[in-house]
């Protein structure tokens, strides 16, 4: 298992305004990302544990949403690892985060 990796709060803007589409319907969202080191180098291949959480801002922002950890455990707010292959990851998130407060309530 490879060290956590937390994702910017400037990507849980973006996931945020994903979610603020129809699509906080569903139960589940698909996200589709790319991780580097500090080089820009792609991460090396294998499973990772991310961290997602969504923001009302690119910066300065707070946080609407969030964690929902992709560790491999089954509560929720939690999913399967992250399989990270050439720096490029898909992960699933579920609908409510650790505290069970569901993706639609950061739609406000």
Do not use: C
């Not at 991310?50 to 950890?69: C, M, S, Y």
């Not at 992709?70 to 985060?97: K, P």
């Amino acid at each position: 298992m490879k060290t956590p990796t937390k994702l910017t709060r400037a990507l849980g803007f973006l996931l945020g305004a994903a979610v603020f589409a129809p699509a906080t319907l569903f139960a589940q969202m698909n996200y589709q990302g790319r991780l580097t080191d500090s080089s820009g180098n792609a991460l090396p291949d294998g499973q990772y544990t991310l961290e997602f959480r969504l923001f009302d801002a690119a910066t300065a922002g707070n946080e609407v949403w969030g964690p929902f950890t992709l560790d491999g455990t089954t509560v929720a707010g939690h999913g399967a690892q992250a399989y990270v292959v050439n720096g490029r990851f898909n992960a699933i998130l579920g609908s409510v985060d650790g505290a069970a407060t569901p993706r639609s309530a950061a739609a406000r």
